[in-house]
C-alpha cells in the first residue's frame, strides 16, 4: 500500500476546517483534549523505528487517540498497524472522518489503512475485546497526559515482557512502578530551543 507523506499529513491537520475539530484543552468525559504535535511525535517515531527500539511490523495503541492524528502519522506514514481507544463520541467521529478523508484523497484504489479504533475508556477490558484486540498483542502504547497512571499499571499487569510505553507529559520522565525507564528523546525547533518531548519505557 503507498503510504502518504508527514509533509501532507501535517498539512491536512493544518488546514482542518472549524467545523470539523475541537478546541485545545477541552475537557472530555474522562480527561482533556490536546493534540499531539506531529512535527515533534514524528521526529521521536523515526528515531525508534532507526534504532528499532519499535517494530514497524507490531501493534501499536494510543491510549486516547483524540481526533486520530497520531495513528494517521503511524498507520499512514510509517506504515505500522496501528490502533487506539477514545471515550468521546465526539472525537471518535472526528478520527473517523479525518481516516477516511485521508484515505479518499491519498490512498489509491479504495485501500483502507491498518487502523482500528476502539470506543470506549482504555482502562476497561472490553473497550479491547469489543474492538477485537487482545491486550498482549500491543507491542507500544502511546499516550499524552491524560490518565497515563492507569494506562501505565494497565501495562504492567497485562501486557508482555518488552512491551513498550511511549508518555509525552513535561520535560522529566515520570516514575511508573513496573516500567522501566529508557530514554528522553530531545527535539530542538527552528529557533533552536530543546525539549523533551517522548520518555520511553519499557516493561
Do not use: C
Not at 1 to 14: G, H, Q, R, S, V
Not at 25 to 50: D, K
Request: aromatic share 12%; glycine share 10%.
Amino acid at each position: 500500500m503507498n503510504m502518504i507523506t508527514f509533509e501532507t499529513l501535517k498539512a491536512y491537520f493544518d488546514n482542518i476546517p472549524e467545523g470539523l475539530k475541537r478546541p485545545d484543552w477541552t475537557r472530555t468525559q474522562v480527561g482533556i483534549f490536546v493534540p499531539s504535535p506531529l512535527t515533534e511525535i514524528n521526529f521521536a517515531l523515526e528515531q525508534l523505528l532507526e534504532s528499532r527500539a519499535i517494530n514497524s511490523s507490531e501493534l501499536f495503541f494510543d491510549a486516547g487517540f483524540g481526533d486520530g492524528r497520531i495513528l494517521l502519522l503511524t498507520a499512514g506514514v510509517h506504515g505500522i498497524p496501528s490502533a487506539g481507544a477514545e471515550y468521546d463520541e465526539g472525537l471518535v467521529g472526528f478520527a473517523e472522518h479525518h481516516i477516511k478523508e485521508i484515505e479518499r484523497l491519498y490512498i489509491a484504489g479504495g485501500k483502507v489503512l491498518p487502523i482500528t479504533l476502539a470506543r470506549g475508556y482504555f482502562g476497561e477490558d472490553k473497550t479491547y475485546s469489543r474492538a477485537g484486540i487482545r491486550f498482549k498483542d500491543i507491542a507500544t502504547f502511546y499516550n499524552y497526559k491524560d490518565n497515563q497512571l492507569q494506562i501505565a499499571e494497565k501495562i504492567v499487569r497485562q501486557s508482555s515482557r518488552g512491551t513498550r510505553f511511549l508518555y509525552r507529559g513535561g520535560p522529566y520522565p515520570m516514575i511508573f512502578e513496573g516500567l522501566k525507564f529508557e530514554q528522553s528523546i530531545e527535539y530542538v525547533d527552528p529557533s533552536g530551543h530543546r525539549s523533551n518531548v517522548l520518555h520511553v519505557y519499557r516493561k
